[in-house]
Every structure is written in C-alpha cells, then in structure tokens.
C-alpha cells in the first residue's frame, strides 16, 4: 500500500492562508471519501473535513467558513486551503480516507500559525 503524501506546510501569521496538497494511492482515491487530518501539540488526530467522491463536503465546526476542501479526481490529488489562520490550528495536518481503518498513514505536513 502506497502512503499519502502531503506538502504545502509551513509558517504563516495569525490571520493568513496555506494550501495543503495530498497525493494518494489510486486504489484508495478512487473508492473513498476523502478527508484532512490534524495533530496537534499533546492532541489526538481528529478529522477536519471530509469530501465524497462525488464533492460533497463535511467540516469539523471549528474550521467551517475558513478551511476548503477539494479533490482532483484525475489526479488522485486533495486539497486543503486553510484562510483566516489561528494559533490553535497549528498542528500536522494528514490526509487519508474516511474512515481510514487499517491504512497507512503519511508523514504529514507541519502547520504553524504564529500570534
């Protein structure tokens, strides 16, 4: 099985916007929903937002209105543009299916947003 490989972290200023990027396998990207994770300091991984094969798209309550979710269907490539930036969104970011039982996980992309 192929990981996920996720790019576009970074720093960036309270207040400021990132896009995050994930390949993935086909075989996974073609069946599943998809969705980003975040990790962040001493927390759990918790999913973020979610989007069908078909587009449809779920947020977690705290991102909704600032994170997008988009999906490439030709490129097995999701998206995550993060605006509106806060402290508390620092974290590892990852992107996997949903659910993502029993699959391999990438190495995730770093998120630091300063005050």
């Known amino acids: 099985q192929v990981q996920p490989v996720e790019s576009g972290g970074g720093l960036v200023q309270a207040g400021g916007s990132l896009r995050l990027s994930c390949a993935a396998s086909?075989?996974?990207?073609?069946?599943?929903?998809m969705g980003w994770y975040c990790q962040g300091p001493g927390k759990q991984r918790e999913l973020v937002a979610t989007?069908?094969?078909?587009?449809?798209?779920n947020y977690a309550d705290y991102v909704k209105g600032r994170f997008t979710i988009a999906r490439d269907n030709a490129k097995n490539t999701v998206y995550l543009q993060m605006n509106s930036l806060k402290p508390e969104d620092t974290a590892v970011y990852y992107c996997?299916?949903?659910?993502?039982?029993?699959?391999?996980w990438g190495k995730g992309t770093l998120v630091t947003v300063s005050s």
């Open positions: 996997n299916a949903v659910p993502a039982y029993g699959l391999k």
């Open positions: 086909g075989s996974i990207f073609s069946i599943n929903d």
């Open positions: 989007i069908s094969r078909g587009g449809s798209t």
